[in-house]
């Protein structure tokens, strides 16, 4: 006759399996993008971040279930209320464990035109969108995460593996 686990040793199981699903998850970098909107009349659209005030160029995570280019149109919805007209190219992945200080996630850095109006959809993250022209994009000022290198990048015409 076998006994069942004690109470104890069921929780101290369930705990470990937790922990160990846990580690799995949080030892992985999370997916994501950041866009550089270019509207028509050639503005590169950026949007002012509620948590700390810096300029940042629009994006986020990717969902699950979702590819790349549905998470920037998705993203550049949310961010800006804007529309992705089409994808121009890829600029750069960006995945150094740094670059953002909440998780190790890796960016993929796209370029794009866009159309529409300024609506910010998700208020909780975005407190402004803003279009600048190149020569008055915030270079000067502390940008959210590594969007400052990122920007530099694509200004140069780089494409970047980091």
């Given at each position: ?128 969108v803003r279009a600048f022209k190149r020569d008055e ?26």
């Amino acid at each position: 006759m076998t006994s069942s686990p004690s109470p104890i040793t069921s929780i101290r199981r369930s705990v470990q399996f937790v922990s160990t699903v846990l580690k799995i998850i949080f030892r992985h970098p999370i997916p994501g993008t950041t866009i550089i909107p270019i509207l028509p009349d050639g503005k590169i659209v950026m949007v002012r971040r509620q948590d700390t005030g810096e300029w940042s160029l629009p994006g986020g995570m990717v969902d699950w279930g979702e590819d790349i280019a549905t998470t920037v149109r998705r993203e550049l919805e949310e961010e800006t209320g804007l529309e992705l007209i089409k994808i121009r190219r890829l600029v750069g992945v960006y995945s150094s464990p740094e670059r953002d200080p909440r998780i190790h996630s890796i960016s993929v850095l796209i370029e794009a035109d866009v159309q529409g109006i300024f609506k910010v959809k998700d208020t909780l993250e975005i407190s402004e969108v803003r279009a600048f022209k190149r020569d008055e994009l915030p270079l000067d000022e502390s940008l959210s995460h590594d969007h400052k290198e990122q920007l530099q990048n694509y200004l140069q015409g780089k494409t970047i593996i980091a």
